[in-house]
């Protein structure tokens, strides 16, 4: 047998193993007959047993190409290929209910169901979400974005199902890192005291809770997963539960033999009957396992051990930058290839934050700076090398970071807190009771504010500004570009009380770095440009969009920069010199900046006509982020005219 056969190839398979091996990603389409008859779940489980690692070779193959053509996560898929072939053979989805957690891993589900061909699509406008979505398809259980919610969910399902005398099976799967959060253990908890018949798939990618994987604990992980042990243990437990300390010391027996060969112990003890670890990339022992326990009632845990990137090499050997791609493009020929001198290239503004916190940590050794599990997406893989001991990386654990973070503040510490805009609505009660009603030193860098892009509503930071505007104590700033990123960074730092920056994704419009670096005062906004008749407010990213509308309406043009406190003396300026003032903020108009000036007008007796622009009042979907702000009415063109069809309104015309 050849090392590729040792891996469930065939020889059909073995060129295009050779090619997926490499560092390449293919743009032309795989055969894959195989796949290609499978429509649904119901025609893989008409497979015959023996077909089933030719079927998942052949996903694989499609996985790589397909995202190769689209972009979107990667790593996470490719681990997980075995795992979703074996459970939607098992169990008869989609009556029987399968969750995922956070839905980085359910692009070979999504080809599986019903959704092969629609794969092309995935993540851009009117195309296929990049996660699990319930209104796309009825595979898609439960839809999710945020971690570690599958097993709060699958608590949930099951109730419901008990409630309808139904008797379909359920399981979920969640990832190691998802198992951090305490949500998590909560569901656990609630699951074993009710009993409920479901089965929790703990996928082990990163060893970061077992590393006991040798032949004792796979010999006896086969024990435990047959039917004979399983129904000696049951019958055992029958006749024993008569003699209380007989059925104790029998209990007790074999929680200790567990333990010595594997990490459930910890499962057991809360009330679910634990398998594993099990190789998670081999299908026969995938399916005898979930077979077994499908039949088994209660609740039930089955922890695999699985392959971030799996059969694609340069993935497994960095399964970080490998966890998403962006599309692959064919190589152009060289002379096709434009020059890039002259250009100034231009920084993301986490990589902005990034410099910002090592520059920063060099001059203040009270910096600690926490992450909820996003170091790289954060942009402080510099800082976790270069300060280690001010690094602090709190797992998927959003609620402890801020109150971890308060508990800093209380001992004189200066914590920074990076956190994506999304992700911080988990930790809001955090915020509000532990930070800021006391009102503590604690700075927010909330990275991917605003519109996502291709993530789709659950990562869209549409909702800071209103939920954090409301909060007494909070200051709150918005920066238009790079530098003053890394400026009102400098300025909330300094400030001595709960204070939070909120900046986009992506790259920023190439302002320089090198600049006055004296620090801008708290509240106090700029204008940038000089007009008559209207006033365009601008808070945060949308400054250029701002410009080009004022330049066409000979309008005046100001960077807030500050949510909270806002530049009341400017605004009472302004107000009394135009007939229009328009807020722009990329940020859902209800409760947002734009309501801050409202709200200031109508208490000082303003009487200004004020037209406040920004998101929607709707889940926006996936798509591009140029084109989400094109829907939302926020390219520069739809500004102008929103502005144009105001001053129609109110009986006026544009000073141009």
Not at 112 to 140: C, H, N, V, W
Not at 313 to 327: R, T
Request: charged residues 20%; proline residues 5%; negative net charge.
């Amino acid at each position: 047998m050849g090392p590729f056969e040792s891996k469930g190839l065939t020889t059909y398979s073995l060129l295009f193993a050779l090619l997926i091996m490499s560092t390449e990603i293919p743009h032309i389409r795989p055969e894959t007959p195989l796949l290609d008859s499978i429509e649904s779940p119901a025609d893989l489980r008409a497979l015959d047993e023996a077909q089933l690692p030719e079927l998942a070779q052949q996903l694989r193959e499609f996985l790589l190409y397909s995202v190769g053509k689209t972009g979107g996560h990667f790593g996470a898929g490719l681990g997980v290929v075995e795992l979703t072939v074996a459970l939607h053979y098992v169990y008869k989805t989609p009556e029987d209910r399968l969750v995922w957690d956070v839905g980085h891993q359910t692009y070979p589900h999504k080809i599986l169901t019903q959704r092969r061909e629609m794969m092309q699509t995935i993540r851009q406008l009117d195309g296929l979400a990049g996660f699990p979505k319930r209104g796309e398809s009825e595979y898609d259980t439960f839809g999710v974005g945020h971690s570690s919610t599958s097993v709060s969910a699958l608590a949930g399902m099951a109730v419901g199902s008990e409630m309808a005398s139904s008797d379909r099976k359920m399981a979920a799967v969640i990832g190691d890192g998802a198992m951090t959060a305490g949500m998590a253990f909560e569901a656990l908890n609630h699951i074993a005291h009710m009993g409920s018949d479901v089965l929790v798939v703990l996928n082990d990618n990163n060893m970061s809770i077992s590393r006991n994987v040798g032949g004792l604990a796979t010999y006896f992980s086969k024990i435990w997963a047959s039917k004979l042990y399983t129904e000696f243990r049951e019958g055992s437990k029958r006749v024993l539960s008569k003699i209380p300390q007989a059925w104790e010391l029998a209990r007790k027996t074999e929680e200790h033999v567990k333990g010595m060969v594997s990490p459930g112990t910890l499962f057991e003890e809360l009330g679910f009957y634990y398998i594993g670890p099990i190789d998670g990339h081999d299908l026969p022992r995938l399916v005898h396992d979930l077979s077994n326990l499908r039949a088994l009632k209660g609740p039930k845990l089955l922890h695999v051990i699985t392959q971030k990137g799996r059969g694609f090499e340069p993935a497994e050997a960095d399964p970080v930058g490998y966890h998403a791609l962006n599309k692959i493009e064919p190589k152009a020929p060289a002379a096709a290839v434009p020059s890039a001198a002259g250009k100034s290239k231009k920084l993301k503004y986490q990589t902005v934050f990034g410099h910002w916190l090592c520059q920063q940590a060099e001059q203040s050794p009270q910096l600690a700076a926490i992450t909820p599990a996003m170091c790289e997406g954060s942009g402080m893989v510099e800082f976790a090398e270069r300060f280690p001991d001010q690094f602090h990386d709190v797992a998927i654990a959003e609620q402890h970071a801020v109150t971890f973070a308060a508990g800093l503040a209380c001992e004189g510490q200066k914590p920074v807190v990076a956190i994506y805009s999304t992700f911080l609505q988990r930790a809001y009660d955090q915020l509000v009771h532990d930070v800021a009603l006391q009102n503590l030193d604690v700075t927010f860098a909330i990275d991917r504010a605003g519109v996502v892009g291709e993530d789709g509503p659950t990562h869209a930071g549409s909702f800071d500004l209103s939920f954090l505007r409301c909060i007494p104590n909070m200051v709150i700033a918005a920066p238009s570009d790079e530098f003053e990123c890394q400026q009102l960074l400098s300025a909330c730092y300094q400030h001595p009380g709960p204070s939070a920056v909120r900046y986009p994704r992506g790259t920023g419009p190439g302002a320089s770095l090198d600049q006055d670096k004296s620090l801008p005062e708290i509240g106090r906004a700029v204008t940038v440009k000089e007009g008559k008749g209207v006033a365009i407010l601008n808070f945060g990213a949308l400054l250029d969009r701002a410009l080009v509308a004022g330049t066409q309406l000979n309008a005046s043009v100001v960077d807030m920069r500050w949510v909270k406190p806002i530049d009341e003396a400017l605004v009472a300026e302004l107000a009394n010199q135009h007939h229009l003032i328009v807020t722009l903020e990329d940020n859902v108009v209800a409760g947002g900046a734009g309501s801050a000036v409202v709200e200031f007008c109508q208490a000082q007796g303003l009487f200004v006509n004020v037209l406040q622009l920004g998101l929607p009042d709707k889940f926006q979907d996936h798509g591009k982020r140029d084109q989400l702000l094109e829907q939302a009415g926020l390219s520069a063109a739809a500004i102008t005219e929103a502005i144009n069809q105001r001053l129609a309104k109110i009986g006026q015309q544009s000073a141009v």
